[in-house]
């Protein structure tokens, strides 16, 4: 069935340093990506997404990789700021579609 | 523009009973999908609405139903609530069209379950 998972639940680094967080999707029909930040007490809230036409993509900070060869995605935080710590959720679907598989989320932690 | 709007925010049920969660979407939004999240399932899909229409349904009993009202506003509604309802439920929104994907989540209801 669709599962998409994430490599590690927990990830810490220290302030400046850039962070990579990674995901594994199994269902190969998926052609849209998207990551979100999770802070306590909110929803989700989105960062970037790349369609499966692609390879990278940048935004403010953030770089969404995606390589269709073995289906991982991952999220490249430059200069990790303290107010990025959140949990993050890859997620994939359909374009068009509203049905989201989400992952189970890595926790972000951010050290002085 | 306000974002997503969810009411309540917080709610404790005891088992047997029913429960109804509202949920505004942005406004000009007329698609409405609900989540429900737990620790140990994560985040999974519930149902969405267009145009009062429901177009997509996840894998959950027929306890869990939804509907949407004309000015988009929607409603989840649990029945027979049972201990492992309790999660938190999230209503996300956005245009419906195909042309702009990105959907947009309210800060969630949390539903205990005693």
């Known amino acids: 069935g669709e599962s998409v998972g994430l490599h590690l639940p927990t990830l810490s680094v220290q302030e400046g340093d850039n962070s990579i967080i990674n995901c594994a999707y199994s269902?190969?029909?998926?052609?849209?990506f998207i990551w979100y930040k999770q802070e306590s007490g909110k929803g989700p809230q989105f960062i970037i997404d790349?369609?499966?036409?692609?390879d990278k993509r940048q935004g403010q900070r953030v770089t969404v990789l995606l390589n269709k060869t073995v289906k991982h995605l991952s999220l490249q935080i430059a200069a990790t700021q303290p107010g990025d710590s959140a949990v993050y959720f890859c997620?994939?679907?359909?374009?068009?579609?509203?049905?989201?598989?989400f992952g189970q989320g890595t926790r972000l932690t951010i050290n002085p | 523009k306000a974002g997503v709007t969810q009411t309540p925010r917080y709610l404790i049920k005891t088992r047997g009973q029913q429960v109804t969660l509202s949920c505004s979407p942005i406004?000009?939004?007329?698609?409405v999908s609900w989540y429900q999240q737990t620790p140990g399932q994560g985040l999974q899909f519930l149902f969405e609405?267009?145009?009062?229409?429901?177009?997509n349904k996840g894998n959950f009993p027929g306890r869990f139903s939804g509907r949407q009202f004309s000015n988009s506003r929607s409603e989840m509604n649990v029945s027979t609530l049972e201990l492992g309802d309790s999660a938190l439920y999230l209503c996300?929104?956005?245009?419906?069209?195909?042309?702009?994907?990105?959907?947009?989540f309210g800060p969630g209801t949390r539903l205990t379950v005693l």
């Open positions: 996300a929104s956005r245009t419906g069209t195909s042309a702009n994907n990105e959907q947009f």
């Open positions: 269902n190969s029909a998926s052609d849209y």
């Open positions: 790349i369609r499966s036409n692609m």
């Open positions: 997620a994939e679907n359909k374009w068009g579609a509203q049905k989201l598989v």
């Open positions: 406004s000009g939004h007329r698609s």
């Open positions: 609405y267009f145009s009062e229409t429901q177009r």
